[in-house]
């Protein structure tokens, strides 16, 4: 029986461009003395890296949404990432140099993509009559003609489910986004509104800033776009006269005035 251990693997990436943090986190089977064999090409690895450790080859997995396992070769420091291992048990080789770990399902976050496929079928008939007379007799042919179509309509659900558009409702109202930009590591909206109105401002502007406004909940409006308690938020805080502003604070809508506004809102998942 291979013998396996089971951790929790967290990473914290610090991105300097933003001075805000990236929480990812999985739990990996870890197995030593073992690695991954296929009959097919399906199973090759995705990427080949060269790290130190093991602990670094586990990294570049968590980094890779979707990194379902690894095996880490020690005499040569080469770590193997695999997207499509089904049942590792019945592909493992024995090998003293390796060791290898998969990912524990429903443990990743954020999520990896999971992808469905719907399948439906028509089919349509056309019968055409032909009669020709004669003086004599009269003779009809009838042609049929059946055509099945098949349509397959594939749905993928991933982590950017949870991200700005650039019009959606958020607890009865409609708020706006002159322009989006999702990626695997947060959700942008730029030109922030509800109404016509901005968010307000309250730090030092113009500026990008990991403060959350004093006169609304910037960090809680951030976790409620995109799903996750972990969420963390980069504004850039714009200076302005003293206008009405729209606020959000606790799933409750209220306005007051301000001098400056929310023009980016930069959510971290």
Known sequence: ??????????????????????????????????????????????????????????????????????????????????????????????????????????????????????????????????????????????????????????????SLSNAFSLSQTIDGRIITCNSVNNTNLYTECSTLQQGGLYFPNGIACPGWSTTTSPYWDTIGFCRKITGSLLATIYAYYDCDTSQPRVTWIADVWSTNNDNGFTSILRCYY
């Open 1 to 158: 029986m291979v013998y396996q251990r089971i951790f929790s693997l967290f990473l914290i990436v610090f991105i300097k461009q933003s001075a805000t943090e990236d929480i990812r986190l999985f739990r990996m089977s870890k197995i030593n003395g073992w690695q991954f064999q296929c009959a097919n090409t399906t199973c090759l690895p995705f990427i080949t890296v060269t790290v130190s450790n093991m602990i670094k080859c586990q990294t570049n997995c968590l980094a890779q949404i979707h990194c379902r396992a690894v095996t880490f070769h020690k005499s040569i420091s080469t770590c193997q990432l695999f997207d499509d291992i089904i049942n590792q048990n019945s592909n493992m080789l024995a090998n003293t140099d390796t060791i290898s770990a998969t990912v524990i399902l429903q443990t990743r976050i954020p999520p990896e993509p999971t992808t469905t496929s719907t399948t439906s079928t028509s089919t349509t008939s056309t019968t055409t009559t032909t009669t020709t007379t004669t003086s004599s007799t009269s003779t009809t042919t009838t042609t049929s003609k059946t055509t099945t179509t098949t349509t397959t309509t594939t749905t993928t659900t991933s």
